[in-house]
């Protein structure tokens, strides 16, 4: 546990005393967020904001992780670091994209083919790994079973043999990444909200992975009904706090009136450490309840594209759904507060949820 609070603790330090700093090297760069006409008249006054805070988000994690393993005096394992991989690959990605809107002033980056391209290396190598590194149980980081809040046995893709199971896991694990990244990236379109939201859902992931940790099957008796065989559990449990650290510092700076902005480069590493972390704590589906805002946030625009499209009428007066309670007039710190309150409630649910499948065994 002293690892778990350690990482959280130093990542909200690097977070909190980095961010200012970084804030005056993009300032004097000049390298400030640009702002789409078609949006919210209200938000041309952020044109010129320091984006890419992102990078601190990630520093602070990386750093918050190994500084809590070297306090616990314990060696990092490969879920930790294939997560950490993940996190900031798609970082990566997300910083080249923010790179170009800023360097050509436009709010278009990357092109969809480069970014799919990016993406899609990014994670069929986090999907191949996490295949890989069997312990002395012959536990994987992941496995082929498609996952409620432990692998479900009737769901396994290698049913067509470990081939076949091998491409469909890497499909299934690619689609979970880029669905979740972009769920965070949609999300991020008001000061604090997808911060928020992150700080909240890691933060149901601490304790989903802490729980596992000490109801691990490694640890307890073999025949335990109720213990859980994921590979490595605390290490999750270390990242995904150092996680909420990251977002908890820069939260201080990215509230309203933003100072920063994450931009793609921390949407898209947040939103691949969520993926990563439902696929390595076998909680693929549940992922989807205690990451509900994020859902609701996607399905927003789903809804509104695809009925336009049938139609030609939009459902809301504009995607995602935040523009839409903007546009009715609500300020903009209520529809952040609000939904922070509608995602707490998801976060609770699926936490229940988690908890109740355990009880009954």
């Not at 008796?221 to 490595?232: G, I, L, M, N």
Request: net charge positive; glycine share 12%.
């Amino acid at each position: 546990m002293i690892a778990v609070l350690s990482a959280g603790g130093f990542a909200m330090l690097v977070s909190l005393l980095g961010t200012p700093l970084f804030i005056r090297f993009l300032v004097k760069r000049n390298y400030g967020q640009f702002i789409r006409q078609d949006g919210p008249t209200a938000h041309f006054t952020k044109r010129g904001t320091p984006t890419m805070g992102g990078v601190v988000i990630i520093a602070a994690t990386l750093i918050g992780y190994a500084l809590a393993n070297v306090v616990a005096g314990r060696p990092p394992n490969a879920s930790g670091l294939l997560l950490l991989f993940l996190m900031v690959g798609l970082g990566v990605i997300g910083f080249l994209d923010d790179f170009i809107k800023i360097s050509r002033q436009r709010s278009l980056g990357l092109s969809p083919l480069w970014k799919i391209i990016g993406q899609g290396a990014v994670g069929i190598t986090f999907a191949v790994l996490a295949l890989q590194f069997p312990n002395e149980r012959y536990r994987t980081p992941a496995s082929t079973y498609i996952s409620f809040t432990r692998d479900i046995s009737a769901l396994d893709l290698a049913f067509l043999g470990a081939g076949a199971g091998l491409v469909l896991f890497v499909l299934w694990a690619n689609f979970l990444i880029t669905a979740w990244s972009n769920a965070v990236n949609l999300t991020d379109g008001l000061d604090g909200l997808a911060t928020g939201v992150s700080m909240l859902v890691f933060g149901a992931y601490v304790v989903v992975a802490v729980w596992q940790s000490n109801q691990s099957c490694q640890v307890l008796s073999q025949v335990a009904a109720r213990c859980y065989e994921v590979r490595d559990p605390r290490d999750l449990s270390i990242v995904a706090a150092a996680i909420v650290g990251a977002c908890f510092g820069f939260l201080w700076w990215n509230a309203s009136p933003a100072k920063i902005f994450m931009g793609d480069t921390g949407s898209l590493a947040l939103g691949g450490a969520l993926a990563g972390l439902s696929i390595l704590t076998r909680t693929e589906i549940l992922a989807a309840i205690i990451g509900g805002l994020f859902v609701l946030i996607v399905l927003s625009d789903v809804i509104q594209i695809g009925w336009f499209k049938l139609t030609g009428k939009r459902v809301f007066k504009m995607a995602p759904l935040h523009h839409h309670f903007e546009l009715m007039g609500w300020g903009e710190v209520t529809i952040v507060i609000r939904f922070w309150i509608i995602a707490a409630l998801f976060v609770c649910a699926g936490l229940g949820i988690f908890y109740a499948e355990w009880v009954v065994g």
